[in-house]
């Protein structure tokens, strides 16, 4: 799998050529790039040409292709068609999950998202995430006392002030959603190419959602996004900047822990759907593996 993201802000054209991704803007700029080594292309800007023969190439190398709506917000991901080997058992595997087991992994996702929710609160705040950690060690099986609701409630309200809201306009959610967008595409191209079908969550199950598994996944990663937002965030910016985006994007390379060491969040995607692989052959929740925040 590709480990370079491509953000496309200004109008151009891309194509292949040469078994690589050439990209041809008006003021005569050019880049070349293997398509081997690329994973994500964001394409932020409506002003932009694709052939079909890139789609294609991007497809067969397994490129998540993300495109944004006018409010430069993604709205759209291109992944690969069932290019795992053994796609039609990986398949069988998700859809035989009893509802214990999926109960049993979704706690195990509240788990480790209350705990790195409570980290990212100790970096700004000492103490501010033992209310977190506690709830973590009362997860149970399914989450039906919704700790993860509670936890958000309360993890918000302390690193952006009580008067903070998911729903409100302004810099900061537009932030927290493109970031959080990015992470789901990923995690949607690395389910699709180990076979899995990204509409069957564990606990999300919305009918409307092509992407249910991707929405269960992504949440012990969102922290990593707050903890950008946090940082960077300012009074006076209203909108997200291209170095923001180009910023948020370069999360995909951010270092957490996982049970082999330290990785960067996109093989650390891989290693996440590759537990959930593992964790369908068996009973153990052991076998489940999902990203620590580095403190």
Known sequence: MGWRSVLVSKPARLLVKNRQLLLEQDQGTTATLPLEDLSVVVLDTPHTLLTGALLSELA?????????????????????????????????????????????????IVQRKLRNQGACLERFSPGAGRFLFAQ?????????????????RYYFAELFGTGFTRDQPGWCNAALNYGYAILRAAIARSLVAHGFLPAFGLHHKSQLNAFNLADDLIEPLRPLVDHWAKVHATEDARELSKGDKAALIQLLYADVRMQAGTMNVQAAIDRMVESLSRYCDTASVAELDWPDMLV
């Open 60 to 108: 067969a190398h397994d490129v998540a292709l993300v495109c944004c709506d006018a409010s430069h917000h993604p709205n759209g991901v291109l992944l690969s068609f069932l290019p795992h080997s053994r796609a039609l058992r990986v398949m069988q595997k998700q859809l035989a999950l009893t509802v214990p087991k999926k109960k049993r992994a979704w706690q195990r």
């Open 136 to 152: 973590a060690d009362y997860v149970r099986s399914g989450d039906p006392d919704n700790r993860e609701g509670s936890g958000a």
